[in-house]
């Protein structure tokens, strides 16, 4: 019953992304479209964080390689979307898996620490490789998604973009959540829990991190490559330290570990700025004293991982109810 | 490059590389106690300069009693910075939960919660532009040293850094909080047993640290002129990078640390542009959890 609550959730929230598009408001258009990207991106983070128990704190610049890769695929070499899409995935889980093969061997805070490092060496790099990013300037006119067949039905462009950011995302979701509930996604968690047992059982630690770690950066470039193409213009600092801590923020007032907190998380706290637009200057403190108060008060999230102990709990519980029949 | 313009690096090195050590001191004494990175650690930098900015415009008093309150300050922030966020968290006393991974999560976001709150609350106030400072308060004036041009506050970074590392030594080895809060790092349990107060021993630690910070804060804002909400971001980060690179929770490696990098990137000025100055640091991040991946001067075994 939960699980089939939990993709009720995903379900509405989609449709309400999806009717605030049709609101026919551009404002609201581009609040859906952000959303989604966070979603996406959100969910990557979980992937690697709340899944494999990596502490990333220089995510958002692998979001922000995502981005520079499609922005200059499609503007140099003049690939569509859907070609720039894969790209940037495979290229940022390239510079993921060559950057962080040194990292490796750490645990936990050291960890935290080397991609702390990683993600503000991007960030410098992208800001003064001047040549190649155009460095503070940023790279404009990126262009639009553009769908086949969007004319004949008469679609606009922001229509067509909302469509195929939401096609990515649960494309996206689907992959993620097929990789963590499964055997390969519990040897993640064991890897969470204690690395030295895990390894004891058998399972090629040293590995697994790594793998956990290119495809939570595969993900962060789809999200990237999809926030190059919907806002046209991007320049590095949309890409630092700041955002980075505002991904994990997402992660964790949803939930570090579930999927359907990350996509909780994200929505949160995309649309509370937005919808506090009139405090103004305080929103970002409404941001964190949002975060400050889950920490403190929901310490598991908004829509916390279900631990395997009270699966089989609630199981047994219920299991007189159905008939006396104990499934395990 | 010349003789002189070495020691002109080295001494503008040197001034930024202890203001650096500064800040990295808290960062080990917290992390030593409570196994936790204090995020917040840079905002207590950004307070300190804030506080120091608004004595000089409210009283303008000569510079050594500016120095002392925001010492003042610092530590209160401190002191604010542990019941705000770290006591709520810390619900148990014993080691366990003490030093616990679930502890070092929830402190690690809450501190970062915290940070972005006062950095967001000083720029409504004071706007994100640089601050101005009184002409006779920046620390610019030039003093000739033979061929060498140092400033006054290359001076006072100098002696203050020289003052508080002294002071340091002196509360860490000879007084009672210095050897409670050496004892709590060492071992939390054993220091209970002792009859330490643990949770008084993490206040004075996150006070002790704050102090510096604060008044690293108020110089570098009089040295470079340039006083501004995001001002915590830069020094907090390499401070970091010290303390990672010293081994975490030693204080007189952060300090070398400090000092290595501080140095090593005035002089690659000479060579690139200043923007990909801040590469220097974080290559020897990188560099420093290769090659030793606890540490350089890591002294005890790691408790992870």
């Known amino acids: 019953m939960a699980r089939h609550l939990n993709r009720w959730l995903i379900l509405a929230l989609v449709v309400v992304l999806v009717g605030l598009s049709m609101a026919n408001k551009s404002y609201l258009n581009q609040v859906a479209i952000t959303t989604m990207i966070f979603i996406v991106l959100t969910a990557s983070l979980n992937y690697v964080t709340g899944t494999a128990g990596l502490l990333s704190l220089g995510h958002a610049a692998f979001f922000g390689v995502g981005a520079y890769a499609a922005a200059l695929l499609s503007t140099k070499a003049g690939w569509s979307f859907w070609f720039t899409l894969p790209a940037a995935g495979v290229i940022t889980a390239a510079i993921g898996i060559v950057v962080a093969l040194p990292t490796m061997r750490l645990v936990s805070i050291y960890f935290a620490v080397a991609t702390l490092g990683i993600g503000e060496m991007l960030y410098v790099t992208m800001l003064n490789w001047v040549g190649l990013t155009r460095g503070p300037m940023g790279i404009r006119s990126i262009p639009a998604i553009e769908l086949p067949g969007a004319k004949a039905l008469g679609l606009s462009s922001t229509e067509v973009s909302m469509l195929a950011v939401a096609l990515v995302m649960l494309a996206s979701l689907w992959a993620m959540h097929r990789l963590s509930h499964s055997f390969y996604g519990n040897s993640l968690r064991a890897l969470r829990e204690d690395d030295a047992c895990a390894d004891a059982m058998g399972i090629d630690i040293a590995r697994l991190k790594l793998e956990a770690f290119a495809v939570s950066c595969f993900f962060a470039g789809i999200a990237g490559a999809l926030f190059a193409h919907t806002t046209g213009y991007i320049s590095p600092e949309s890409f630092r ?75 047994l519980r219920r299991a007189p109810a159905a008939g006396g029949r104990r499934r395990w | 490059m ?94 366990a939960s003490l030093k616990s991974k679930a502890m070092r999560e929830a402190t690690l976001l809450s501190s970062l919660a915290v940070s972005i709150i006062v950095r967001e609350l000083l720029e409504l106030k004071f706007s994100g532009e640089m601050q101005t400072i009184p002409q006779s308060f920046l620390l610019q004036s030039p003093i000739a040293l033979g061929p060498v041009l140092i400033t006054d506050g290359n001076l006072v970074i100098f002696g203050s850094s020289a003052l508080m590392l002294g002071a340091l030594q002196y509360i860490l080895f000879r007084t009672r909080v210095g050897m409670a809060i050496r004892a709590v790092s060492n071992n ?32 570098v804002g009089l040295y470079q002129g340039a006083i501004f909400p995001h001002m915590g971001f830069e020094p907090g980060i390499k401070a970091f990078v010290a ?26 000025t000479q060579f690139v542009s200043d923007g990909w100055k801040a590469l220097v640091s974080y290559g020897f991040l990188l560099l420093t959890l290769w090659f030793f991946p606890s540490g350089i001067f890591a002294t005890r075994k790691e408790k992870m």
């Open chain 1, 241 to 315: 330290f700041g955002e980075s801590i505002l991904v994990l923020s997402m992660a964790v007032i949803g939930g570090l570990g579930s999927l359907y907190g990350s996509v909780i998380g994200a929505v949160v706290l995309s649309v509370l700025p937005e919808a506090l637009r009139e405090l103004g200057s305080f929103r970002m403190i409404v941001v964190g004293l949002v975060l400050f108060l889950s920490i403190l008060f929901l310490p598991r999230g908004l829509l916390g991982e279900v631990s395997a102990l009270d699966l089989v709990r609630r199981q």
């Open chain 2, 2 to 95: 010349d003789a002189t313009v070495f020691l002109q690096q080295l001494v503008n090195g040197l001034s930024i590389g202890l203001v650096y050590a500064l800040v990295a001191i808290g960062f080990t004494l917290i992390f030593g106690v409570l196994n936790v990175v204090n995020f917040a650690h840079g905002e207590v930098f950004t307070v300190g300069a804030f506080g120091g900015l608004l004595v000089i415009t409210m009283l303008a008093p000569p510079l050594w009693v500016v120095l002392l309150l925001v010492l003042l300050i610092g530590g209160f922030s401190g002191f604010a910075l542990e019941r705000l966020a770290f006591r709520p968290f810390r619900r148990f006393a014993d080691e």
């Open chain 2, 188 to 219: 939390v349990l054993g220091a209970q047993f002792v009859g330490i107060d643990t949770n008084r021993t993490i206040i004075a630690t996150f006070v002790v640290g704050s102090l510096m910070g604060g008044i690293a804060g108020i110089m």
């Open chain 2, 243 to 268: 303390m990672v690179m010293g081994g975490l929770s030693s204080p007189g490696g952060a300090v070398i640390c400090a000092l290595i990098i501080g140095v090593s990137e005035t002089f690659a």
